[in-house]
């Protein structure tokens, strides 16, 4: 058995991923395959990027989260 490598997106990545969604009007399926990664990965995203809006965070959760999920 071979173990899988986790991979780790930049926080960059991740808020372009996110704003696919919440500003660009993907679905999130849509959004997934774009950017090659699984829909709970740009489910997770999302939700954290709308949370950080909604609280007007200037240190973001999501750019700052280095782990894949």
Do not use: C, H, I, P
């Given at each position: 058995?071979?173990?899988?490598?986790?991979?780790?997106?930049?926080?960059?990545?991740?808020?372009?991923?996110?704003?696919?969604?919440?500003?660009?009007?993907?679905?999130?399926?849509?959004?997934?395959?774009?950017?090659?990664?699984?829909?709970?990965?740009?489910?997770?995203?999302?939700?954290?990027?709308?949370?950080?809006?909604?609280?007007?965070?200037s240190?973001?959760?999501?750019?700052?989260?280095?782990?894949?999920?």
């Amino acid at each position: 058995m071979t173990k899988r490598t986790r991979r780790t997106f930049s926080a960059e990545f991740k808020l372009e991923a996110a704003q696919l969604v919440l500003d660009q009007n993907y679905t999130v399926v849509e959004a997934a395959k774009a950017m090659g990664v699984g829909k709970s990965t740009m489910d997770k995203w999302v939700r954290q990027l709308k949370q950080e809006r909604k609280n007007g965070s200037s240190t973001s959760s999501l750019t700052n989260d280095t782990r894949a999920n």
